[in-house]
């Protein structure tokens, strides 16, 4: 079976070295996205999150079934921006 482990199969993106800077090729990748509005601690943030994995988990048994993969998921990752700076420290 084959592993659909981006974070394994891709270490240079989500493993880079910490003691300095790096510059990686990101190869073109499909994504499931959300966007909305507020923090990271707000209600619409915690619903969207349990919306990605509503879509994501049943990808699961079906990469198993139809195309040999084993699939996890990877890491969330979030953009946040604000006009101002201050909106980012309490």
Known sequence: ????????????????????????????????MVDGRGGPDSPAFADAIKWLYAVIDPMKPFARKQMGKHFVEPPLEGLWWADDIQDFIH
């Open 1 to 32: 079976m084959k592993d659909a482990d981006l974070r394994a199969r891709l270490t240079e993106l989500y493993l880079p070295p910490v003691t300095d800077f790096v510059l990686v090729d990101v190869p073109e990748m499909r994504f499931v």
